[in-house]
């Protein structure tokens, strides 16, 4: 019992925060949604502007469009990235997941390189029924020789992502068995510290397994997935694919692991090169259809603009932008 509570009057306090000219998306602090001052009114009038802007047959013309894909093309650069699209659903009052987000884009993305182009977005503006799988045939071709290897190698990342979900449910693989793999790799190449000192052969990848995983041909399944030209495979491939399904990792973690292994020359920075290689591993994918997501990576998270990214400054971009360089590849929580 404390007795009487009496008033003792009132403590009234303000914030303010102004963001720098410019900003178009939360960046500098990883839990901070901002956007330039008016945006949001912008986007009303963009609607507003949009339902006026239509022909005799109820579709939008051009103009609309590229008016449409302008706003939420924030940064200017000709594409709708997953970073974009998210920000411009929450100033319109829709929460999505981020799996959501990266349903939305791959939905439009034809050519698989993470975010949607003008062609793309007109091509859904346009349709009748933008639902169906099909629809981006009524606007860009679909089958060239391009897009169809670019179907090809998301098969390989689709059947990647069976294969390890599956052994490592199975197989009970641990972050114990990860570090094994990292501690074997660091002792091999404590005296020749180079990219050529990670890859191994079949014999030495067999040894780097863990030994839950027992079966020949899973081993050789994996193998085959993860080798190069060489026919050897990069066991930092193995690590970071491993810690894609592993239960357990959290995300400065997986960051730190990354960084150790890919800052080849210890110099405390990760260069566009080395983001492509990492990136390559955690998005399951190929050099090609991921360097315009490291490039976005590369510039969202190389703040003082030095052309590297320092462990922190990976760390805070990665809180950024999860889906860009750790995507969702299992459900399992």
Sequence with gaps: E???????GEVNFSVTFEAPNGSAFPRDQPTMTA??????????????????????????????????????????????????????????????????????ISMLDLNGDGQVSFKEFKAMAESPDPAKEDFLKGGIPVRTNETVDVQRRNEQAKQKREVFSRVVLTSKVGKDDVFRILNTIRDKSSSKDTHASYHVGYEEFCDLMPTTIYSPGDR??????????????????????????VYGFELEERCELAFEMYDIDRSGYLSIDEIEAMMMSTNLTTRDLIR???????????????????????IVAAEKLPNLLYPPQTNSK
């Design 35 to 104: 956007y330039t001052l008016g945006q949001s009114d912008a986007l009303v009038q963009t609607k507003k502007n949009m339902s006026m802007e239509v022909d005799d047959d109820e579709t939008f013309t051009e103009e609309a469009i590229q008016k449409a894909f302008t706003t939420f093309d924030l940064d200017k650069n000709g594409y709708i990235g997953v970073s974009e699209l998210k920000h411009i659903l929450i100033m319109m009052g829709e929460h999505v997941s981020d799996e959501e987000i990266d349903m939305m």
């Design 220 to 245: 050789r399944m994996i193998f085959d997935l993860l080798q190069n030209e060489e026919q050897s495979v990069d066991s930092r491939d193995l690590i970071m694919h491993f810690t894609n399904f």
């Design 2 to 8: 404390l007795g009487e509570t009496l008033a003792g």
């Design 292 to 314: 315009k997501r490291a490039e976005n990576f590369m510039m969202c998270a190389d703040l003082d603009r030095s052309g590297g990214i320092t462990i922190d400054e990976l």
